[in-house]
């Protein structure tokens, strides 16, 4: 069946840091991929996402390339504010199922 | 910007008491979903729902769960007796249609909490 995993955290960064989160999943078809990110208190909102192999999903200087060789989607963004403090979500959907990895919490001081 | 709206955001219940929770999808979506969060833990698939019918239904969503479109705008999740391990956040998704690739759009959540 399909799945998710992604790197365990937390991950705790000064702010300017540079951002990896690691994701790698397994599927039987061609999922589309995406990161939710959950802030303190509220619910889930779609960070970015790419549909196919080699497609980069980009938002709020975050970026994620579609890896279909490597089978990765791993997260990154160059540098950190403390505003993104939170908990990252990499998921896939392909027209059967919708799974979500375990999520990797994030804190950035200043 | 429309979104899934969810009631109530937060419930305190009683273990063997049922609860309803509310959610309003996006107006013009077809596909609707709950999810689970139990605190801490990753995000759970429970149940998706099309066409007035379950389309889908994780191992989770046992004979204690049901779920309903009312009327035209409503989807609700219920829980028949609820255990103390049904603590846990609730999100309501809904998306255009299932096509992979649609993104699934999420509420900010119930809490509930069984005590």
């Known amino acids: 069946g399909n799945s998710v995993t992604q790197m365990e955290g937390p991950v705790t960064l000064s702010e300017e840091a540079f951002l990896t989160i690691n994701c790698t999943y397994t599927?039987?078809?061609?999922?589309?991929l995406f990161w939710y990110v959950q802030y303190p208190g509220e619910g889930l909102q779609l960070l970015l996402k790419?549909?196919?192999?080699?497609d980069k999903g980009s938002n709020k200087g975050f970026e994620a390339t579609y890896r279909k060789e490597t089978t990765s989607f791993h997260l990154e963004k160059g540098s950190v504010q403390v505003s993104d403090s939170a908990v990252y979500f990499c998921?896939?959907?392909?027209?059967?199922?919708?799974?979500f990895g375990a999520g990797t919490r994030l804190t950035v001081k200043p | 910007e429309p979104e899934v709206t969810q009631t109530p955001s937060h419930q305190v219940t009683q273990m063997g008491q049922e609860v309803i929770l509310r959610c309003v999808p996006i107006s013009n979506h077809l596909y609707f979903y709950w999810y689970r969060q139990i605190l801490g833990q990753k995000v759970e698939f429970l149940v998706s729902f099309y066409n007035n019918e379950i389309s889908e239904k994780s191992e989770i969503f046992d004979d204690q769960f049901s779920v309903e479109r009312p009327d035209g705008s409503n989807f609700t999740l219920k829980i028949r007796s609820t255990k103390l391990e049904d603590s846990a956040m609730y999100f309501c998704?809904?998306?255009?249609?299932?096509?992979?690739?649609?993104?699934?759009?999420f509420g900010e959540g119930s809490w509930l909490t069984v005590v």
């Open positions: 998921a896939l959907s392909d027209p059967n199922d919708m799974r």
């Open positions: 998704a809904s998306s255009p249609d299932r096509v992979s690739g649609n993104t699934i759009y």
């Open positions: 790419a549909t196919k192999a080699d």
């Open positions: 599927a039987t078809g061609y999922p589309s």
